[in-house]
């Protein structure tokens, strides 16, 4: 097995890049971490194209089954790739995959407008698997899930469900063209609670930007804009949870 004991290695060095979108679209490639992360890509197909382990982790099931492309690393080594302060000492470069084209769409989904907290992102998407979602669109604007903290936050989410990267026009266009219903979440007493309203097997939720909301824009897109009733003396609730207390609350369930 080839070994890399050097942070400086310049392979290592390349590695470390690999968090930047402008070098995973560059290679196709991303990086991704840890035991959990790394088994869920290989149950879900996804291809992997090299293996890195640190010496206590050379004896592991998935470091036998890609003993090709594997390379051992350092603890020191393993650190400078971590976004983590404890790493697990095993990371996978992982082809980015591609999903067709979207030009119909079918059941529930989540369209995010410029959310752009990694962690925001990351949790809505592992929600709408929770929640049985069929998708999730982000804007071109908002955090790329090809981003470590995204990719922590999704747990493996990502491999189970669809997520496009489009212009949010186009996405609410595609959404209406296919009948499904478009939901808009708005911080305002004038729009309709998110319980009141009609259950339907078909929509997209429409979230917005963790600071400014929806724009009036996209609000006046909608089939029907849909607000939380703040019972207490919060001002508002964070985006990720304010999601997923709406993808539960509108499904049929």
């Known amino acids: 097995m080839k070994y890399i004991e050097s942070k400086k290695n310049d392979e290592i060095k390349q590695l470390a890049k690999l968090s930047a979108t402008k070098n995973i679209k560059k290679t196709g490639t991303y990086l991704i971490e840890g035991f959990h992360l790394v088994r869920e890509a290989d149950a879900n197909d996804q291809r992997i194209v090299k293996l890195y382990v640190t010496e206590n982790n050379e004896n592991d099931r998935l470091a036998k089954k890609y003993h090709d492309i594997v390379t051992g690393v350092s603890d020191d080594v393993a650190q400078a790739l971590s976004e983590t302060k404890t790493p697990q000492g095993i990371f ?25 907290d990694p962690g925001n992102v990351g949790t809505i998407v ?14 071109l604007n908002s955090a790329d899930f090809y981003q470590p903290k995204v990719q922590r936050s999704m747990q493996g989410s990502q491999f189970h469900m669809p997520i496009y990267r489009m212009d ?18 708005e911080v305002n007493k004038e729009a309709m609670p998110y319980n009141k309203l009609e259950k339907t097997d078909d929509f997209a939720l429409v979230m917005g930007n963790e600071a ?9 897109e909608t089939d029907q804009n849909i607000f939380i009733p703040i019972l207490g003396k919060a001002e508002s609730l964070n985006v990720a949870v304010a999601a997923g207390v709406l993808m539960y609350g509108l499904k049929s369930i």
């Not at 949010?168 to 979440?185: D, E, F, T």
């Not at 400014?212 to 006046?220: N, W």
């Open 126 to 139: 592992r929600t709408a698997d929770a929640a049985g979602y069929t998708g999730v669109i982000t804007s």
């Open 168 to 185: 949010l026009q186009k996405a609410i266009s595609i959404a209406k063209k296919s009948g499904l219903k478009v939901y808009g979440s």
């Open 212 to 220: 400014h909301g929806l724009g009036a824009d996209v609000l006046s």
């Open 92 to 116: 996978a470069v992982v082809k980015v995959q591609e999903n067709d084209d979207l030009t119909e769409m079918k059941g529930q989904w989540v369209i995010l407008d410029d959310v752009q």
